[in-house]
Structures are given as structure tokens and as C-alpha cells.
């Protein structure tokens, strides 16, 4: 039985997706909030808001989402990816039982609930057989693409960089819950900023990468060290430290070599 939503109870709902690597991802969860909370309101159940979050890859996190949510009485997580992993549920139980431990004492925390997984939604399977007959009146992919060039792509995406080094950030689960999400845009600050790194270092993003005790996670190769977990103040330090001067960080190095011999000196003038 359905419980019923009255008058005097706040409520809050939180969107949780993956992450996308492209923009898009993070526009088109924010309609779809928007969309929500438009619809309970017409239902009569206007929530306090409707809040988008993503498990990785994308801010805010759940933590976050569960900070702007905070004075509703009720907090429903809605997990709207597919496909919804038991093992991840999981932990997201307890990164919510964790939120709930960080907050002061005193104050009164948020009833917190997980509705069923999108796959289980008992109309799922009438909306898209819905969408499937909306479909028929769709145009053919040809005509879609139209006169673009669709044979091949562009040349230049055979070409290699001319980097050294590959910095793997990690922006899985655990390390998204811990900031490193929010910390993303200060690496490739400190690559492009930092005379000598620019052409040497390419940053990409990963998912976990499973020591996740350690996170906020990056590794850099080929030499195959692990620094963590990383702070704002660390990142371009460290980098700096690693790739033009040929030193590990002792205190930062979660695994691999502690001395990097021979050191390479840099392709790159230092004032590039």
C-alpha cells in the first residue's frame, strides 16, 4: 500500500544517475528533476525540490545532494540508471548511514529512503512500448544524417598527442564521494597552467580503480605510481614533483616505485 503524502510533511527527492562524460548528461538530469517536480505538484504532492546527483563522473554527488536536502523531513533517492548493481546499492546504503554519521549530534537528520530500481518500475514497460509506437512516426537514420560526411572520420583523430605521461584520475563511486569530482577541473588547471606540463601530460578520467581508502585517486604513467588521497593543494605540486623533476611524493604514494630512476629529462622547455 502506497504510503500517502499529507499537508505537513516536507519532502525531497533526489535524481541519482551515472555520471556522463559530456554536458548533456548533466542538462538533461536537471529537466528531468524539473519535469518531476511539476508532475508531483500537479498530483498534489509538491516536493521541497527535486534534486539531481550522480554516483560518478558528475557533480554533485549524493553526499552533496543529501546536503541540499537536509531539512526535509523525507528524503526519497530515486536511482534512474541502468542497470541498477546490487553491489553499488549497496554502498550507497552506506554512504547515506556515513552522511548521516558526519552530521553534528544534535541535529534532527532527514528520514532517508531508496525508491525501487528504474528496471523494477511497474510501468516501465507500458511507457516504452509507448515510446516504441511514438517511434514509427520518427524519420529513417538517412535522412537523419542527410548529406554529412558519414563514410569516415576525421583524420586527425589517428593522430598520437605528443604527451609523455597520462595522468588517470579517478571519478568512480567512492572517489566522486569524496571530491573528486569537484577536484577534476583544478588537475587540468595545474596541466595547463604549469609551464612544461602542457605538452607532456594528458589527464583522463577513470572509473575505480579500487583502493578507493585512498581516494581522491591519480596515477601517473608510465612510471606507475598511485598518489592519494589528494587534496586541492596537492595536485599540481605533485604533478610538477613527478614529471619535471623526477621526485615521488613519500608521504602522498599509495603503490609503486618510491625513486623514478633514470629521470627523463623534459622534451619541453620549461617555458612553454
Same mark, same amino acid.
Given at each position: 500500500?502506497?504510503?500517502?503524502?499529507?499537508?505537513?510533511?516536507?519532502?525531497?527527492?533526489?535524481?541519482?544517475?551515472?555520471?556522463?562524460?559530456?554536458?548533456?548528461?548533466?542538462?538533461?538530469?536537471?529537466?528531468? &528533476?524539473?519535469?518531476?517536480? &511539476?508532475?508531483?505538484?500537479?498530483?498534489?504532492?509538491?516536493?521541497? /525540490?527535486?534534486?539531481? &546527483?550522480?554516483?560518478?563522473?558528475?557533480?554533485?554527488?549524493?553526499?552533496? &545532494?543529501?546536503?541540499?536536502?537536509?531539512?526535509?523531513?523525507?528524503?526519497?533517492? =530515486?536511482?534512474?540508471?541502468?542497470?541498477?548493481?546490487?553491489?553499488?546499492?549497496?554502498?550507497?546504503?552506506?554512504?547515506?548511514? /556515513?552522511?548521516?554519521?558526519?552530521?553534528?549530534?544534535?541535529?534532527?537528520?532527514? /528520514?532517508?529512503?531508496?525508491?525501487?530500481?528504474?528496471?523494477?518500475?511497474?510501468?516501465?514497460?507500458?511507457?516504452?512500448?509507448?515510446?516504441?509506437?511514438?517511434?514509427?512516426?520518427?524519420?529513417?537514420?538517412?535522412?537523419?544524417?542527410?548529406?554529412?560526411?558519414?563514410?569516415?572520420?576525421?583524420?586527425?583523430?589517428?593522430?598520437?598527442?605528443? #604527451?609523455?605521461?597520462? =595522468?588517470?584520475?579517478?571519478?568512480?563511486?567512492?572517489?566522486?564521494? /569524496?571530491?573528486?569530482?569537484?577536484?577534476?577541473?583544478?588537475?587540468?588547471?595545474? =596541466?595547463?597552467?604549469?609551464?612544461?606540463?602542457?605538452?607532456?601530460?594528458?589527464?583522463?578520467?577513470?572509473?575505480?580503480?579500487?583502493?578507493?581508502?585512498?581516494?581522491?585517486?591519480?596515477?601517473?604513467?608510465?612510471?606507475?605510481?598511485?598518489?592519494?588521497?589528494?587534496?586541492?593543494?596537492?595536485?599540481?605540486?605533485?604533478?610538477?614533483?613527478?614529471?619535471?623533476?623526477?621526485?615521488?611524493?613519500?608521504?602522498?604514494?599509495? #603503490?609503486?616505485?618510491?625513486?623514478?630512476?633514470?629521470?627523463?629529462?623534459?622534451?619541453?622547455?620549461?617555458?612553454?
Amino acid at each position: 500500500m502506497t504510503a500517502a503524502l499529507t499537508p505537513e510533511m516536507s519532502l525531497a527527492v533526489i535524481l541519482l544517475s551515472r555520471g556522463a562524460a559530456c554536458a548533456a548528461g548533466g542538462a538533461e538530469l536537471a529537466q528531468l &528533476a524539473a519535469r518531476v517536480q &511539476a508532475a508531483m505538484a500537479d498530483q498534489g504532492m509538491a516536493p521541497l /525540490r527535486v534534486q539531481p &546527483a550522480f554516483v560518478d563522473r558528475r557533480e554533485p554527488a549524493l553526499p552533496q &545532494a543529501l546536503d541540499a536536502c537536509a531539512t526535509a523531513q523525507t528524503v526519497v533517492i =530515486v536511482p534512474v540508471m541502468v542497470p541498477d548493481e546490487p553491489s553499488l546499492r549497496r554502498w550507497l546504503h552506506k554512504l547515506v548511514m /556515513r552522511w548521516r554519521a558526519g552530521r553534528a549530534a544534535h541535529m534532527h537528520g532527514p /528520514r532517508l529512503v531508496f525508491a525501487e530500481p528504474l528496471l523494477q518500475a511497474p510501468r516501465l514497460a507500458d511507457l516504452l512500448a509507448h515510446a516504441v509506437l511514438q517511434s514509427l512516426e520518427a524519420p529513417d537514420v538517412p535522412a537523419v544524417v542527410g548529406e554529412e560526411a558519414w563514410e569516415r572520420d576525421p583524420a586527425g583523430w589517428s593522430g598520437v598527442p605528443e #604527451h609523455r605521461h597520462h =595522468v588517470l584520475w579517478c571519478v568512480g563511486p567512492r572517489c566522486a564521494a /569524496r571530491g573528486s569530482v569537484q577536484l577534476w577541473p583544478r588537475l587540468a588547471q595545474a =596541466v595547463h597552467d604549469t609551464p612544461g606540463l602542457k605538452k607532456q601530460v594528458m589527464p583522463l578520467q577513470t572509473q575505480c580503480q579500487y583502493p578507493c581508502n585512498h581516494g581522491p585517486l591519480m596515477i601517473v604513467y608510465p612510471d606507475g605510481v598511485w598518489y592519494g588521497p589528494l587534496a586541492e593543494a596537492d595536485i599540481g605540486r605533485v604533478l610538477a614533483e613527478h614529471v619535471l623533476h623526477g621526485r615521488v611524493d613519500a608521504q602522498l604514494r599509495v #603503490h609503486g616505485p618510491q625513486i623514478l630512476a633514470p629521470f627523463r629529462i623534459p622534451a619541453y622547455p620549461s617555458g612553454d
